[in-house]
Every structure is written in C-alpha cells, then in structure tokens.
C-alpha cells in the first residue's frame, strides 16, 4: 500500500461498496511518528477496531518524501459480516487515506472502491466504482463556498450599508438594494438546503465521527431555515415592534455566518491533511472579509455622523468598495475550488 500522506492509508475488504462489517489493513504512523502496519475490523461508520495483525510476515512500513507505503504478505482469513469462516474469494477493494492524531486514524480524506466484487484468487486490475460519491461530496462544499464566500456575504453586505446607495431605486414598488438582498439570500439559503441535501446522501446518514462538522452543518440549516421564514412574516416598517425583527434577523444572519464560517474550516480540515493549503486560504478570505466590514462600517459611522445625505462622490466610493470586495471573494472562491479538486 503506497499514499500521498503523513497520515495513513488502508486497504479494505468488504462485502459491499459501503463502510462497515470489513476486513482492514491500516499502514500508518504510530504516536511517535513511526510507520506502521495495523490489522482492523469496521463496525459501522464509528473508528475500525484494531485487532492482532495475525499470520502477516515480510512487512516493510517507511515514509519518503511525505509518500507512506506498507508491504507484507498475509494469511490471515478474510472476515466480513457474511463471510467469517466461508470459502469465499470475491470481495469489494476499498482503499482509503486520511490523518493520524497520536497514533489514532482521522476520517478519511478520499476513497476508492472497486465497481464490482474482485476474486482475490486470481489477479486483475481493478475499476473504481466511479465519482459519484465524490461529486456528492464535493459538490456539496462547493454549494457552501458559494453561499457564504459570496453571495451570502454580499447579500449581507447590501442590506447593511447599501440601503442609501440606491434610495429612490425602486422596481416594481420595492426598492432595488431590497430585491438584490432578497434575490442574493434565497440563492444562498436553497445553495445550504441543497448542500445539506447531498451531505447526507454522501455521508449515507449520520457522520459521528468527523467531529464537531456534521453539527455545525446542521445548525446553519436550520437557522438559514428559519430566516426567510421570519422575514416573510415581519410586522410592518412603522410598527412600534419592528426593532425587534430588525434585530432578531440580523443577529441571525451574523451567527449563521460564523457557523458557516466554522463549517468551512472544519470541512477543509477534513481532507487537507497534507499541507494545510486550503485552510491558510481560508484563513486569508476570513482576513479580506474582515477588512472589507470594518472599512465599510467606518465609512457608515462617517456619513452618520456628518449627518449628510449620500452625494455621487460617496456613492461611488461605495460601489468601488463593494466591487472590490466582491471581486476578492471570487478570487480566493476559485483558489479554493481549485485547490479542492486538486486533491481529489
């Protein structure tokens, strides 16, 4: 067994291209940093059980150049779910590879299993089952990305400190920053709704052992959920109340955008296990965003201030900044999109 990783890689086999009820072989590094070989059984999607490594001889376990590799040469019986003390000779290959933490195998970053049962008695080569699973994956952090590195954001953004930009800009009886904030938000929630969606078919149910990503998926769903709904019934602008809505939805909003923040990076850290890349450009767009709020929050508090109404000067500048914003966005959107399928 030979992977891309200072973590491990493992060699699976199974009745069915699923996780659980399968025969493992872990090659990866101990407490100490040291190469190992590990015999395991999997029960589920929880942690595989280490079991004694048996009748395995020859074994030869190194890293070279961030590259782990395992040889040996078993006669231990193969034992899965319905095939514990059976003749059989045809199972599913599954390979995967991931981190380590003192010893202890992560989640796994990617998988590969054969697109049919594979008789281990005589040698082929063998097919992967296909990218369906990994596009699922993947397609549901892109959605996620999109939502909250930009049109999320900008949604927000819009609501917040463009209000005055286009006062007077009405179409169809609502004024454009309104239809702009509304159009960019329902993007972003049926983007979350949809990721979610495929989250869960990928995941095949409950993923306990990814640690804390799952839950925070799960709670920007729900309060994405909620937000529309609270919008749709809102008491009226003069309402003596309304402050309170104003309120409610925009502590809302902030908190849904940490939580999906902290989705982002849990997810990243998940399969960017080698290099770190992709969170340091996470890290970056957390910085630019930060930035692009605290100018903008300035030039509000500035013009609130001095008590002026919006010129075409100051209209622009806005409209500069916002671009500008939006533009970097896109790049370090791209950049991690990029990356992402880099790794796969």
């Not at 989250?199 to 052992?209: H, I, L, P, S, T």
């Amino acid at each position: 067994m030979t992977g891309p990783t200072v973590g491990y890689v493992a060699m699976g086999f199974s009745d069915d291209q699923s996780m659980g009820n399968d025969d493992i072989y872990i090659c990866g590094l101990d407490g100490n940093g040291v190469p190992q070989l590990q015999h395991a059984y999997s029960t589920g999607k929880t942690t595989p059980q280490i079991i004694a490594l048996g009748n395995v001889i020859d074994v030869i376990a190194n890293v070279t150049n961030g590259i782990i590799s395992c040889s040996f040469t078993s006669s231990n019986p193969i034992s899965t779910q319905r095939s514990t003390g059976s003749n059989n000779t045809s199972y599913f290959l599954q390979f995967v590879y991931g981190a380590t933490s003192n010893g202890q195998i992560e989640f796994h970053s990617r998988t590969f299993t054969s697109n049919t049962k594979v008789d281990l008695s005589i040698p082929l080569t063998v097919e992967e089952e296909g990218h369906l699973s990994i596009i699922k994956a993947h397609d549901s952090g892109a959605l996620m990305l999109i939502a909250w590195m930009t049109t999320g954001s900008l949604g927000m953004i819009i609501a917040r400190y463009m209000k005055g930009m286009s006062k007077g800009n009405q179409f169809c009886g609502k004024d454009l920053w309104f239809l702009a904030h509304v159009g960019l938000m329902t993007f972003t929630v049926a983007a979350t709704i949809i990721a979610f969606i495929l989250a869960f078919v990928y995941a095949a149910g409950w993923a306990g052992d990814v640690g804390s990503h799952p839950v925070l998926g799960v709670l920007v769903m729900i309060l994405s959920f909620i937000q529309p709904f609270s919008a749709l019934f809102r008491c009226g602008p003069q309402h003596q109340l309304r402050y309170i809505f104003n309120w409610a939805h925009s502590l809302n909003a902030v908190f849904i955008k940490f939580l999906a923040v902290a989705a982002i990076f849990t997810g990243l850290q998940l399969f960017d296990v080698v290099d770190g890349w992709l969170m340091k450009v996470m890290g970056g767009f957390v910085g630019w965003e930060v930035i692009f709020f605290i100018i903008l929050e300035l030039q509000s508090r500035s013009q609130q201030t001095d008590a002026v109404e919006s010129n075409s000067e100051t209209k622009n500048m806005a409209w500069m900044i916002l671009v500008l914003y939006l533009l970097g966005n896109l790049a370090f959107l791209v950049a991690l999109l990029t990356g992402i399928g880099q790794k796969n």
